[in-house]
């Protein structure tokens, strides 16, 4: 029996803890000793509630500077959580080790990491990286941009590379570890599993890669509820914040169709103002196995898993990304000519007619069953069991 430590550091929503539920259950399940380093426990009860699975606060930076540009590469994104002071960094390592030394792991499973893994550096414990190309860039020098419409050099990347590892090495020094010799380094594993597909790769298609399939919640949830009728189907889940919101929902109030609605967070007055008789809220997330393959149309804001799951089912989608993450997925459907986006930037469009075009769309469904086609033997248990 081992000791794992599953850790996620980076990154927001739920998504990261629905993600490594399963894997650490799987573990579990073969007789080793799990606990969970989490970045937000916001959500930690909801879904590792009814686990049994230990769990707690990950050491993370929180005080996010607010006057650096919107970064451009992984070691820009470095900028943001302490990466840019030496100091600062040493003493979220330490806090990192003395986690290590409290749980005594003998894996670490990292999801979105970097500091738990430059923390485990010199100590014996074996290091496994989990998650989407976003968490895990090609280990080139420089990295490549996370925003590739940008024109940028090699000389940007490169020199905001230096600038993270300089400080880096710094903290290596005062804990005795050898220095790295290139940024991509810090992301060194034992093995790296990338939980997503070459289509959906937000760097893209990557030669010799591992990838072993998304990671999703399947099963969990309740079942879909549709509305009285027989219109198209359109599933509908939403992060009420969206510039778009509300535009968003009455257009598919006066269009005919049915429409079931997940929008965490939205105050129970507004949802009572937005429900229609075509309309309905669920306030529960909704089971992905059965929603995915009954709606004719889903609305998003293009979160990998979500839109990963749908893909799997064949169906075509809306896609209404809010941050870089999302905008990279987004443009990856796209490219598949699977969905349509509206980037952040883009002017609001007449969402009605919008819609009204995509739920007759034969071409887009006919390329989102192409991609259910090729990865039809997708199987989580099984990928489960492989990692």
């Keep these: 029996m081992s000791r794992v430590l599953c850790a996620w550091e980076l990154g927001g929503g739920y998504g990261h803890i629905a993600a490594l539920s399963p894997v650490a259950r799987a573990f579990r399940a073969r007789g080793h000793e799990v606990a969970l380093a989490l970045k937000d426990l916001f959500y930690a009860e909801r879904i590792l509630g009814q686990t049994g699975l230990d769990y707690l606060q990950a050491p993370v930076w ?59 550096r010199g100590l014996d414990i074996r290091t496994v990286s989990l998650g989407t190309g ?8 420089p990295m490549p941009s996370i925003r590739p419409w940008l024109r940028l050099t090699d000389e940007r990347l490169l020199s905001s590379e230096m600038r993270v590892l300089g400080e880096i090495n710094k903290v290596l020094a005062t804990l005795g570890v050898d220095p790295l010799d290139r940024l991509a380094d810090l992301l060194a594993v034992d093995r790296d599993f990338l939980a997503t597909y070459a289509e959906l790769d937000h760097y893209g298609a990557r030669d010799g890669a591992d990838y072993c399939g998304p990671r999703f919640l399947r099963e969990e949830g309740v079942e879909p509820v549709w509305p009285a009728g027989d219109g198209p189907r359109v599933f509908a889940y939403l992060k009420p914040q969206h510039r778009d919101f509300t535009a968003v929902v009455s257009a598919l109030m006066n269009l005919p169709c049915r429409v079931l609605l997940h ?33 004719d149309l889903a609305i998003c804001n293009s979160g990998h898993g979500t839109v990963a799951a749908l893909l799997l089912a064949g169906c075509p989608l809306l896609l209404l990304p809010m941050q870089l993450e999302q905008i990279l997925v987004a443009r990856r459907v796209v490219e598949l000519g699977a969905g349509y986006a509206v980037q952040p930037g883009d002017a609001p469009p007449d969402y009605a007619g919008l819609l009204d075009t995509l739920m007759r769309d034969r071409e887009l469904r006919a390329k989102a ?19």
């Design 134 to 141: 976003f968490f895990i860039p090609p280990g080139t020098t």
């Design 62 to 120: 929180q005080h996010p500077p607010h006057d650096l540009p919107d970064p451009v590469s992984y070691a820009e994104m470095l900028f943001h959580v302490g990466y840019l002071d030496a100091s600062i960094l040493t003493g979220l390592v330490k806090a990192w080790r003395n986690l290590y030394r409290m749980l005594r792991p003998e894996l670490l499973l990292v999801d979105h990491a970097p500091t738990a893994l430059l923390a485990a």
């Design 369 to 387: 069953a192409a991609f259910a086609s090729r990865h039809a033997d997708f199987d989580q248990s099984r990928q489960l069991a492989d990692i």
């Design 263 to 295: 929008a965490p967070g939205l105050p129970v007055q507004e949802r009572e103002r937005l429900k229609g008789k075509n309309v309905m809220f669920s306030e529960q997330p909704v089971r992905m196995s059965s929603v995915a393959g009954q709606a």
